[in-house]
């Protein structure tokens, strides 16, 4: 076990790097020019000399690898450096920002899990029933909705029409509330389908049919399906949760949320490379990590995958 | 017994039904110019944002341009393109995901590290970088989509094949002398297709979804052509004047969805029947 | 026990997945310390109610910056509209420059130095302002902010203690407008001791909280040197999106914005009496440029004629107003003509030049359609510009198509490689008009590679640029802009309307005036 982790964490390294240096290509292949991003941020015209100083002083002129090099050597000393934009720390801006895309991404992660799963369960008990029909209905219309609209009729109808929540109390609990019920709306949909298929395939396992001869309680099936369920379930919950840690543009942009995918967005269309490049750095490493504890959970839920041949 | 040939029927009946309102689908989405009221691109300052009416079934947008010819003309975009993008990432991720969960080694390192990459970055940033280098247009959009698309169909079946790899039918068959492909081909596929399926049925809402967030980043469609999700993007600052323009195309989303995920459901359970007999 | 031991995993695992909560938990907690401290605010509101009511007003802004630094980047236009900062000279709504911290001003003979005399205003801390220490702040600004590098050579010079010196190398008759720039703002640069956070200046209100990139509180400063704010503070929400503006103002929760779309200015206008909309011309102006190196003199001229800028600002309802040239109509320097729209004389150009309408209806020479690229980005309005001049051109027979780029100065500006490009830019920055001039028609311009600027307009220009005279300078002004639009090279299409909305009885958050960096004053008032 220690072993296999001890591989898992090389790899990990080595993606980090892969997906940086990926990130620092393309960024640098893409037409935009920071320099002037950063100078025409109020739609100004500036003169191409002060452009071209500008660049000068931010290192732009110097070799896509010394930049990428430069970068990472700082980095690793944890220091990521200073945005092009408002020459503040890079650092310090991601963790504020994860401050605040955790709590939504956690929010919003617990309340979709605690609807979905009890939901999931009694509609693949009670497959084809109304309750399976309606279900079926809030979680297409959850899933294929562009969250923007969600938001949208979210506000006009809680905040406008029934006063019961504000719209200008971001960063606070009562502004978590809005955001978290637009962004868990699509991923319940989502999980209820994914859950219920999950657990549909175990119920049709012969096991069941056995055991139901057999005359065990229904209660122990139950939990023996939901047992064998629990890979696949995890593995659709940890994926999410990636996403969700980039954050979601869309939503905290709406709902004044200053998460990460704000953070993103405003760093990608001012072309703030040492915003950007924090950012993947970042949301690389929750991604490889929660995909390694992942899978740590499996050999544990399910020690055959340990032996030899059958891990990953 | 009885109880089971009964379900069999059903189930064969309910899946000819989706199959036919998804062929409905595609038939109107190709047909759709001959179906158009009105000039789906046309632009009339003197019909802005005006109410159904005879002249306009689902009224006009904020350019008075026809919702119902643009919602019918939107249709080819919307579904063609999210349909071909999840069946290509389906196959690519669900061979890939197969090959790594059965013969591990190399090749699951390589291709899961490989997705892990993929996973790992950022969409948008891809998206964006995408779009700057090879430029705007549907495919480009496809293609930023399809890069991390793949993934999570490869992720999916690597974890089902292992799941199902020391199954007692499975060293059977391994005992018995079938060949690797064979396997999985005849024994690992029908068993981890049906959860692939219902994913990979809910992941067209998500393209669909997402195509349109790429076309509000200006990667994807480029007006005026008609796409859902830019439709309802478009509209959605006049949803207290015109709510219709934002009604239509998303209705129109809901219901595509809908029938594709009924579809992968029937396809699932008529699957699992033949595997159980 | 091995069932137990499974269960145990399984809970763990779910643990796993929630692990991040760890490190939201810690912050949870800081969060909920800001509803207590804004409902703090509102509370006092109702609570020392019994004197006179206090007035507190409560905006949405459409940026937030990290810092309070008035010098760097663009941080100067939010001190500003936040009533924090000022400068010597300001814009008053007719475009014309009054004098704010300065008294007044006087140029030397060979136009190279400039005296200013400072008003007797003193900082909120009660520091006076003194000459010496408006030096200190412009040599502070040149020093920070790469904008305004050109400034280095200029030196600046406290002849007394309220008298103020700034000597040129060249002429630069433009030196009022340009130091109503925002960033010109004068701090208390001794006693400030964080500029990003509790910057020290003069204006009617000083920071109360401000949280970076977020939401910023102020009140009124009790020793403003220009009368009284009327108002007791203001809380300025930062609200990007549009619909969450239109939807807070319907709520009750925002008393007024500035920047109005026409969604929502359409959703206002059914409602008068809740509503106070106020519309005044503004300073962005839409224009396409025509690719003169790849367009026959008939076709630049036809897309001129073809494009009814009438029609689009009646689209656009309201939020734009049809524009003749690059400024507002009523300026001296904004006296030009352009033919009226007429798409019949485009089609006969177009003919004359050999083009005949093929099968679907589009032009074509030689069996080659005439199709023409529209370049533009999303921002301003602009793809809605785009849609609409396809669907003029169309209807004339002209194919054009879209192209979209995320970054145009990146892209389609810096490579030429489009048949019109769609541009948004400020026209205006104050009462002069080469600023504009400068930034379009130059041979070294971004624009130079459309093929319009020619040695003669580059003379006219040079010739612009140290003109002291107002009236000469609006002649020349007059005389580039209407070459331009003879030549058929630009097409001026709207000038972007400031579009205000109030509550009843909200006034003076600048909504008469057409910059977008002025904000609350003392006038500012809830009624």
């Known amino acids: 076990m220690a072993g296999y982790i001890g591989r898992r964490l090389l790899h990990l390294v080595g993606i980090m790097i892969a997906v940086s240096f990926l990130t620092f290509l393309l960024m640098y292949l893409a037409p935009g020019d920071a320099a002037a991003k950063k100078l025409n941020a109020q739609g100004v015209a500036v003169s191409e000399e002060i452009i071209e100083k500008t660049r000068e002083s931010m290192g732009l002129n110097r070799p896509f690898l010394v930049q990428y090099g430069d970068w990472a050597l700082h980095a690793l000393q944890g220091d990521l450096g200073n945005s092009y934009k408002d020459d503040f720390p890079v650092a310090g801006k991601l963790a504020r920002g994860l401050r605040y895309t955790a709590i939504l991404a956690v929010t919003s992660l617990a309340l979709a899990f605690a609807v979905a799963l009890p939901l999931a369960i009694l509609t693949a008990l009670h497959k084809d029933s109304l309750l399976d029909d309606i279900t079926r209905l809030f979680s297409f219309a959850g899933n294929s909705l562009p969250n923007f609209l969600i938001s949208v009729l979210l506000m006009y109808f809680l905040c406008v029409k029934a006063h019961l929540l504000p719209l200008t109390a971001s960063e606070s609990v009562k502004g978590l509330v809005m955001p978290c019920l637009a962004l868990s709306i699509p991923i319940c949909g989502r999980f209820i389908r994914q859950f219920r298929a999950e657990i549909l395939e175990q119920l049709g396992r012969p096991y069941v049919s056995g055991s139901m001869l057999r005359g065990v309680k229904q209660r122990y099936i139950l939990g023996n399906v939901l047992h064998n369920s629990s890979i696949s379930i995890l593995t659709i919950v940890g994926l999410s949760i990636g996403t969700l840690l980039g954050g979601s543009v869309v939503i905290e942009t709406i709902f004044r949320w200053p998460g990460l995918g704000k953070l993103a967005m405003d760093a990608i269309t001012n072309r703030d490379y040492p915003v950007i490049q924090g950012f993947v750095l970042f949301t690389s490493t929750v991604y490889v990590v929660i995909n390694l504890l992942i899978d740590i959970c499996y050999s544990w839920v399910d020690p055959r995958l340990r032996k030899p041949g059958g891990r990953s | 017994m009885r109880k089971r040939i009964k379900t069999r029927t059903y189930l064969r009946r309910r899946l000819a039904v989706f199959l036919v309102l998804a062929g409905i689908l595609v038939v109107i989405s190709l047909i759709a110019p001959m179906l158009c009221p009105n000039d789906p691109n046309a632009t009339s300052a003197a019909a802005m944002n005006q109410a159904p009416s005879a002249q306009y079934p689902f009224g006009t947008d904020r350019y008075g341009r026809c919702v119902c010819s643009r919602v019918l003309m939107g249709a080819r975009t919307s579904i063609f393109s999210a349909v071909a993008l999840v069946g290509l990432t389906f196959l690519a991720g669900t061979v890939l995901g197969l090959l790594a969960g059965w013969y591990g080694g190399l090749i699951d390192t390589l291709v899961m590290r490989l997705a892990d990459v993929m996973l790992a970055f950022p969409q948008m940033v891809l998206a964006i970088a995408v779009a700057g280098i090879l430029g705007g247009g549907m495919g480009n959009a496809m293609l930023a989509m399809g890069i991390t698309g793949w993934t999570l169909y490869a992720r999916l079946a690597r974890a089902q094949t292992l799941a199902l790899k020391e199954e007692p039918y499975v060293h059977a068959a391994r005992l018995s002398g079938c060949s690797g492909w064979t396997i999985m081909a005849k024994t690992l596929l029908p068993n981890i297709l049906g959860p692939m399926l219902v994913t990979a049925a809910t992941q067209i809402g998500v393209m669909m979804i997402g195509i349109a967030g790429l076309s509000f980043l200006g990667i994807g469609v480029a007006e005026p052509q008609a796409e859902w999700g830019s439709m309802i993007n478009g509209s959605r600052a006049y949803l207290q004047l015109a709510p219709w323009a934002v009604i239509a195309p998303a209705v129109a989303t809901i219901i595509t969805v809908m029938i594709f995920n009924y579809l992968g459901d029937c396809v699932r359970d008529a699957l699992d029947v033949e595997v159980v007999r | ?527």
């Open chain 3, 1 to 527: 026990m091995k069932q137990s031991r499974k269960v145990f995993a399984l809970l763990l695992a779910l643990c796993m997945v929630f692990a991040l909560a760890a490190c939201g938990q810690t912050a949870a907690q800081a969060p909920s310390a800001a509803p207590a401290d804004s409902s703090g605010t509102q509370s006092s509101g109702t609570e020392s109610a019994a004197p006179a009511e206090p007035k507190f007003l409560k905006m949405a802004v459409n940026f937030a910056y990290p810092s309070l630094d008035a010098h760097k980047d663009y941080y100067g236009w939010y001190t500003q509209i936040y009533g924090v900062t000022e400068t010597l000279f300001r814009i008053d709504a007719d475009m014309s420059v009054q004098p704010l911290l300065a008294k007044g001003s006087s140029v030397s003979e060979d136009g190279l130095t400039w005296t200013f005399e400072l008003a007797d205003a003193c900082f909120s801390n009660g520091n006076p302002v003194t000459a010496d220490m408006v030096a200190r702040n412009f040599r502070r600004l040149v020093e920070v902010n790469g904008r305004y590098e050109d400034w280095a050579a200029f030196t600046f010079e406290a002849k007394d203690e309220k008298t103020l010196a700034i000597t040129t190398p060249d002429v630069f008759p433009t030196m009022l407008v340009a130091l109503t720039d925002p960033e010109f703002a004068v701090m208390d640069l001794d006693a400030t001791t964080d500029f990003d956070n509790a910057p020290i200046a003069t204006g009617p209100f000083v920071i109360k909280s401000f949280k970076p990139e977020g939401d910023v509180e102020v009140v009124r400063n009790d020793n403003y040197w220009n009368g009284k704010a009327k108002l007791d503070g203001a809380t300025l929400f930062y609200m990007p999106d549009a619909d969450s503006k239109l939807l807070a103002m319907q709520s009750g929760e925002i008393d007024c914005y500035t920047s109005v779309d026409a969604a929502a200015k359409a959703i206002y206008e059914t409602d008068p009496s809740s509503y106070v909309l106020t519309v005044i011309p503004g300073t962005r102006m839409q224009f396409y440029v025509i690719n003169k190196t790849r367009l026959s003199d008939s076709v630049c001229a036809a897309i001129n004629l073809t494009v009814d800028c009438e029609a689009i600002a009646e689209y656009l309802k309201g939020t734009t107003s049809a524009a003749v040239g690059p400024f507002i109509a009523s300026a001296p320097y904004g006296q030009v003509t352009k033919p009226a729209p007429d798409p019949a004389a485009a089609k006969a150009l177009l003919e004359a030049d050999g083009y005949t309408l093929n099968a679907d209806g589009y032009y074509a020479k030689g069996g080659k359609v005439l199709e023409l690229s529209i370049c533009h980005y999303k921002s301003r309005q602009l793809p809605d510009l785009a849609v609409l001049m396809q669907e003029q051109l169309k209807n004339i027979g002209v194919k054009a198509t879209l192209v979209v780029q995320e970054d145009p100065d990146a892209g389609y500006v810096a490579t030429g490689d489009y048949d019109i490009a769609l541009y948004c830019m400020i026209a205006d920055t104050g009462g002069d008009p080469y600023y504009c001039i400068d930034a379009l028609y130059r041979e070294s311009g971004k624009w130079a590679k459309a093929g319009f600027p020619t040695d003669e307009i580059e003379a006219l220009i040079n010739k612009l640029q140290f003109e002291t005279d107002i009236d000469q300078r609006a002649a020349l002004a007059n005389q580039i802009v209407q070459e331009s639009i003879d030549m058929n090279a630009f097409g001026y299409v709207g000038l972007f309307n400031k579009v205000s909305v109030a509550r009843p009885g909200v006034s003076g958050f600048s909504e008469n005036i057409p910059f977008d960096f002025y904000g609350l004053t003392a006038d500012t008032d809830i009624g």
